[in-house]
């Protein structure tokens, strides 16, 4: 069947990172699957996310604007909970994007949230339509 297995983030800030992205994660209902020295992974869904560090990342600070990666949307039920998710981020490290068009940046028919963490990673947080 096809489908995302995993996605793999290195941080560069293992601590304050694994604390803003576990928030975040588990407040979207993902659970904790596996946890070492370097790292945890996250799972929902029927794929997972694992967040570590690693000796072959260079120095260079995350930046969501060059080539690669933008961003990573998380399914966040109803309208509701989208809501909530952006009303609690700033204490846990998120801090809103687009706010000013909050929450239809994405179009009027198109009910999300994006925010970025203190790296420079960028998660945003979607009501699944009927």
Known sequence: ???????????????????EWGWLLGR???????????GQSW????????????????AVPHD??????????FKACDPANVDSVMNEAPEHGW???YHDRYPHAGGEE???????????FKAEIVAESG
Do not use: C, K
Request: aromatic share 10%; proline share 6%; glycine share 10%.
């Open 95 to 97: 801090f809103p994007l």
């Open 64 to 73: 969501r604007r060059r080539p690669g990666v933008n961003h990573l949307a």
């Open 43 to 58: 799972s929902a869904g029927g794929a997972y996310l694992s967040l570590t560090t690693s000796p072959n990342s260079t």
């Open 1 to 19: 069947m096809p489908g995302i297995h995993h996605v793999e983030v290195w941080l560069a800030d293992l601590e304050n990172d694994l604390q």
């Open 110 to 120: 198109h009910y999300a949230g994006w925010i970025e963490n203190s790296s420079g």
């Open 28 to 38: 979207l209902g993902f659970t904790l699957m596996a946890e070492w020295e370097n």
